[in-house]
């Protein structure tokens, strides 16, 4: 049965005969009847036999469309996604400035050379999961294992560490092997700058409006602003690398936008902090032109001037696998002065990095404390309730001092468990995955479970107080009071909810009391009309 559904698959995908057509000569020759349907699942299981035709030659030569591939195994190698976009612009870098250029339309490589490219290497493409699915799966004790591994002998095999006898595995604060040279090991990241004033963290936070009756509960912000990144790193030994900052939004920048830009903790022959270099692109962000860039300006201010590297004296360099970080300009050059690249795991970067972990969390908060000042302050010398490019180094500088100082930049590479190398994320947990947001979960629902609790009895103990205070026939005195608390709180609807469930908690508590308690049905009347209707406006205007 299996051969004689093959032969009429293998017939229907070469084009020789119709599904309807085989399933009769299926039965007329075989006497089994095959329905055409399942014909042509087969069929579409099934890969295409027809004589290999010439087609039209690509344009690009056939070295470097290989050139071209090679690179993108090696980056697969590292587990580096690699998208249609990402060898599209590969490609067009490969024949800009040439004769290849204009044989395309519009200068850039087709939808028809980038398939013929992968058929003529046998490729395959596949879609790419989201990150925050692939984090509970890589940040896991083994994958850390692995990584830690893989650093020790790479810094050992580049004479930057060398192995340690008494380590001890399971001892947290136990080092698998001493740096001996931290000044020759940096790890440098991203992180976006943006002057809008709105942007707020993921949780919710709470806000105090409406403290007067003038206030309607608008707040002054900044819209818009423009926005950019910043580049920041660190030494194992705790000295800050001097920063990249990126202007977004134009290809040109103003000189004045770069005045009182912060500085690295290296100093240089005069005894100054480097100071940081400037750039923009459309979308604020960073290239392969770029990444080379500074990679090679901080090793020529910082390392070159300290000691001649080889590939026998090399340096290391630590950072995630972000495709715009590796190019093939990039990999060449750190292999011919000798600088030894090193990834961390794919999506574990909110526990492996060190910029992540402390640097960029400490950053953060001091940078929208700057803006605010700095907003008020644009606001009493011009009138201008706005902030612009030219304002950011005034309101990044002091935070981005202060969250890459030497203390800070010892707690990261301490936090990631490379200088001192204690492995750190893999003590963490021993089972499960070690996501950050995992512990934070934890901590969140221990305090959710709290706040509940303490809610619980808080509730409670009012409802105990207001059973005394029915008792005691203190009805009127309540009554005159809500109605008071009511009118106080006229422009306050926070207020007005809290009264309201304090007379509804009273109102709960009036239901318990005997039938012949005096004055209940005058109470309850009052009530009601503080109160109103449910679903209607009360007397505050407010619907409860």
Same mark, same amino acid.
């Given at each position: 049965?299996?051969?004689?559904?093959?032969?009429?698959?293998?017939?229907?995908?070469?084009?020789?005969?119709?599904?309807?057509?085989? /399933?009769?000569?299926?039965?007329?020759?075989?006497?089994?009847?095959?329905?055409?349907?399942?014909?042509?699942?087969?069929?579409? #299981?099934?890969?295409?036999?027809?004589?290999?035709?010439?087609?039209?030659?690509?344009?690009?030569?056939?070295?470097?469309?290989?050139?071209?591939?090679?690179?993108?195994?090696?980056?697969?190698?590292?587990?580096?996604?690699?998208?249609?976009?990402?060898?599209?612009?590969?490609?067009?870098?490969?024949?800009?400035?040439?004769?290849?250029?204009?044989?395309?339309?519009?200068?850039?490589?087709?939808?028809?050379?980038?398939?013929?490219?992968?058929?003529?290497?046998?490729?395959?493409?596949g879609n790419a999961r989201p990150l925050e699915l692939q984090r509970g799966k890589w940040c896991t004790t083994a994958n850390m294992k692995a990584h830690y591994d893989v650093v020790a002998h790479a810094l050992v095999d580049g004479n930057l560490a060398v192995w340690n006898p008494?380590?001890?595995?399971?001892?947290?604060?136990?080092?698998?092997?001493?740096?001996?040279?931290?000044?020759?090991?940096?790890?440098?990241?991203?992180?976006?700058?943006?002057?809008?004033?709105?942007?707020?963290?993921?949780?919710?936070?709470?806000?105090?409006?409406?403290t007067g009756k003038d206030d309607g509960g608008e707040v002054l912000v900044n819209k818009g602003g423009g926005a950019g990144t910043g580049v920041g790193g660190s030494f194992a030994n705790g000295h800050s690398t001097p920063p990249l900052f990126i202007f977004g939004g134009t290809?040109?920048?103003?000189?004045?936008?770069?005045?009182?830009?912060?500085?690295?903790?290296?100093?240089?022959?005069?005894?100054?902090?480097?100071?940081?270099?400037?750039?923009?692109? #459309?979308?604020?962000?960073?290239?392969?032109?770029?990444?080379?860039?500074?990679?090679?300006?901080?090793?020529?201010?910082?390392?070159?001037?300290?000691?001649?590297?080889?590939?026998?004296?090399?340096?290391?360099?630590?950072?995630?696998?972000?495709?715009?970080?590796? /190019?093939?300009?990039?990999?060449?050059?750190?292999?011919?002065?000798?600088?030894?690249?090193?990834?961390?795991?794919?999506?574990?970067?909110?526990?492996?990095?060190?910029?992540?972990?402390?640097?960029?969390?400490?950053?953060?908060?001091?940078?929208?404390?700057?803006?605010?000042?700095?907003?008020?302050? #644009?606001?009493?010398?011009?009138?201008?309730?706005?902030? /612009?490019?030219?304002?950011?180094?005034?309101?990044?500088?002091?935070?981005?001092?202060?969250?890459?100082?030497?203390?800070?930049?010892?707690?990261?590479?301490?936090?990631?468990?490379?200088?001192?190398?204690?492995?750190?994320?893999?003590?963490?947990?021993?089972?499960?995955?070690?996501?950050?947001?995992?512990?934070?979960?934890?901590?969140?629902?221990?305090?959710?479970?709290?706040?509940?609790?303490?809610?619980?009895?808080?509730?409670?103990?009012?409802?105990?107080?207001?059973?005394?205070?029915?008792?005691?026939?203190?009805?009127?005195?309540?009554?005159?009071?809500?109605?008071?608390?009511?009118?106080?709180?006229?422009?306050?609807?926070?207020?007005?909810?809290?009264?309201?469930?304090?007379?509804?908690?009273?109102?709960?508590?009036?239901?318990?009391?005997?039938?012949?308690?005096?004055?209940?049905?005058?109470?309850?009347?009052?009530?009601?009309?503080?109160?109103?209707?449910?679903?209607?406006?009360?007397?505050?205007?407010?619907?409860?």
């Amino acid at each position: 049965m299996l051969f004689r559904t093959k032969w009429a698959a293998q017939a229907v995908k070469n084009g020789v005969i119709s599904s309807r057509e085989a /399933s009769t000569r299926v039965l007329q020759k075989y006497g089994v009847q095959l329905h055409f349907s399942t014909i042509c699942k087969a069929a579409a #299981k099934l890969k295409v036999v027809t004589p290999e035709k010439p087609g039209r030659k690509s344009f690009i030569p056939p070295h470097a469309e290989k050139d071209l591939w090679e690179f993108i195994c090696a980056l697969r190698a590292m587990k580096v996604p690699v998208y249609k976009q990402t060898v599209c612009s590969y490609a067009n870098e490969l024949i800009a400035g040439t004769s290849i250029e204009d044989l395309f339309a519009h200068g850039v490589v087709d939808n028809n050379w980038y398939y013929g490219f992968l058929d003529r290497f046998h490729m395959k493409t596949g879609n790419a999961r989201p990150l925050e699915l692939q984090r509970g799966k890589w940040c896991t004790t083994a994958n850390m294992k692995a990584h830690y591994d893989v650093v020790a002998h790479a810094l050992v095999d580049g004479n930057l560490a060398v192995w340690n006898p008494d380590w001890v595995e399971d001892d947290p604060d136990s080092c698998m092997v001493h740096i001996t040279k931290p000044d020759r090991l940096f790890s440098s990241d991203e992180t976006r700058l943006t002057m809008d004033c709105t942007d707020r963290s993921k949780s919710r936070q709470e806000r105090i409006v409406n403290t007067g009756k003038d206030d309607g509960g608008e707040v002054l912000v900044n819209k818009g602003g423009g926005a950019g990144t910043g580049v920041g790193g660190s030494f194992a030994n705790g000295h800050s690398t001097p920063p990249l900052f990126i202007f977004g939004g134009t290809d040109t920048y103003d000189a004045h936008w770069t005045v009182g830009a912060p500085r690295s903790t290296i100093v240089d022959p005069t005894g100054r902090g480097y100071p940081a270099t400037f750039s923009a692109n #459309k979308k604020d962000g960073m290239n392969h032109a770029l990444s080379l860039q500074y990679l090679r300006r901080i090793l020529w201010r910082c390392c070159f001037r300290i000691a001649v590297h080889t590939p026998q004296n090399p340096i290391g360099v630590i950072c995630d696998g972000h495709g715009s970080h590796l /190019s093939c300009e990039l990999l060449s050059y750190c292999r011919e002065v000798g600088v030894i690249v090193l990834l961390r795991p794919p999506h574990t970067t909110s526990i492996s990095q060190g910029e992540d972990v402390v640097n960029f969390s400490k950053l953060k908060p001091l940078f929208r404390t700057a803006k605010a000042r700095r907003l008020l302050a #644009k606001l009493d010398e011009t009138r201008s309730p706005y902030l /612009s490019m030219a304002d950011m180094m005034v309101c990044v500088a002091p935070g981005w001092m202060e969250a890459f100082n030497e203390e800070n930049n010892r707690k990261a590479w301490a936090a990631i468990g490379i200088q001192p190398f204690t492995r750190r994320r893999c003590h963490v947990r021993d089972k499960g995955p070690m996501t950050c947001d995992a512990s934070f979960a934890v901590v969140e629902e221990a305090s959710r479970k709290k706040q509940a609790a303490a809610e619980d009895t808080l509730s409670r103990k009012r409802e105990a107080a207001v059973k005394e205070l029915v008792k005691a026939g203190k009805y009127a005195k309540l009554a005159e009071g809500a109605r008071a608390k009511l009118h106080v709180a006229r422009n306050h609807v926070q207020h007005s909810k809290l009264v309201k469930d304090e007379l509804l908690g009273i109102l709960r508590a009036m239901g318990q009391t005997p039938a012949s308690c005096a004055r209940k049905g005058d109470l309850e009347l009052q009530l009601q009309e503080l109160l109103g209707q449910p679903g209607k406006n009360g007397p505050c205007g407010y619907i409860f």
